[in-house]
């Protein structure tokens, strides 16, 4: 067992989060040949697992138990993939009437939040985020109290009630994203009500809360040597963090400048969100050249052209699924050396 406290940190993304699901694939095939464990699973190689939106949805996805009560994980990675291939194009489904009623997504949310609700509750039925079998973290924004939500497995386990929640509704709410789905209300099972949308709209890379929740919240391992107390540091921590595809979508200085409030609206969003993700980025890199070992921070995040079709978070044509899965392997494989280097310390 490894003596480091292991984080798994993904980027929200929508359908794009089949590209660091497929590198978790390719992950897990690793592992489980240097155990020789074919029935291993990702999540039983982390500690703690953090995401934000559809890196929310997929943390849920490898910690879920295999019923109520089990301590056996029941999502491999490539489940988690096959998740989205299955109901992607069902969750980002419009009709022609919805988009005559949304006015093409200006006036109301792009897509109906009935399917994906109902995917949801069928996949984790009443499970509760105490009932997930590893710490993590999902990110949710609070539009009333106007606060950030961390929404959390050992939380849930050590206050009860108040800080549990079905996993369907914290799925929902860290996918919540403005524009294309409409904000949910949900609620703790003591009855506190929270109003949310997606978490990207302030931790799109959710790699440095997961860093200071693992700092506040989870002890250190002890080592051959010694019997350690106290939380973790960065030098006992390694953290792999991916993303959903870097996109650098330029914009023209002459017509950003004539711009008024509707042609900001989108642009805004996918600056803040990528914006937030560098620095987080930038912020974690600065943290672990403080150790003796920075290696223990990598951050996978491939290049997406902003003129290809993967660059829609929405997109689930037959071609771009594929396309999308092509870039996780092709990913894996570019950073195959360090995920091996990133192995050794996960075991």
Not at 109 to 115: A, C, F, I, R
Not at 171 to 179: F, I
Not at 195 to 202: M, Q, R, T
Request: charged share 25%; net charge neutral; proline share 5%.
């Amino acid at each position: 067992m490894s003596n480091y406290t292991r984080i798994l940190s993904i980027d929200g993304g929508g359908i794009r989060g089949i590209i660091p699901g497929q590198i978790l694939v390719v992950l897990e095939e690793k592992l489980k040949q240097r155990t020789n464990k074919p029935n291993a699973k990702i999540g039983e190689f982390f500690d703690l697992i953090a995401g934000t939106s559809t890196g929310g949805i997929l943390t849920c996805i490898y910690l879920c138990p295999e019923s109520k009560g089990s301590t056996k994980l029941r999502f491999s990675a490539k489940d988690a993939v096959d998740f989205y291939l299955k109901y992607g194009k069902e969750i980002f489904s419009i009709s022609f009437w919805r988009k005559i009623q949304s006015f093409w997504g200006i006036l109301d949310e792009k897509y109906p939040s009935e399917p994906i609700e109902k995917i949801l509750k069928e996949y984790f039925q009443d499970l509760k985020m105490s009932d997930l079998l590893k710490p993590c973290l999902v990110t949710a924004y609070d539009v009333e109290k106007r606060k950030a939500c961390f929404f959390t497995q050992h939380d849930a386990k050590k206050c009860g009630d108040f800080a549990d929640f079905f996993i369907r509704d914290i799925a929902r709410s860290t996918s919540a994203a403005p524009t294309f789905f409409e904000a949910v209300k949900i609620h703790s099972l003591s009855g506190e009500s929270y109003a949310l949308i997606d978490g990207g709209v302030f931790a799109n890379n959710p790699t440095l809360c997961a860093y200071a929740e693992a700092r506040t919240k989870l002890q250190r391992k002890s080592t051959a040597e010694e019997l350690v107390t106290g939380n973790p540091t960065a030098k006992d921590m390694v953290i792999l963090s991916l993303g959903t595809g870097d996109i650098q979508r330029p914009y023209n200085y002459k017509e950003v400048k004539k711009w008024g409030k509707i042609q900001w609206a989108r642009p805004l969003i996918d600056m803040i969100m990528t914006g937030v993700a560098e620095t987080v980025d930038f912020q974690m890199k600065q943290v672990f050249r403080t150790i003796p070992n920075p290696n223990q921070y990598l951050r996978i995040n491939p290049f997406v052209p902003a003129n290809s079709p993967m660059s829609r978070i929405d997109n689930v044509s037959e071609e771009n699924l594929i396309a999308l899965q092509q870039l996780g392997n092709n990913t894996a494989y570019e950073y195959s050396k360090l995920l091996d280097e990133f192995i050794e310390f996960l075991l």
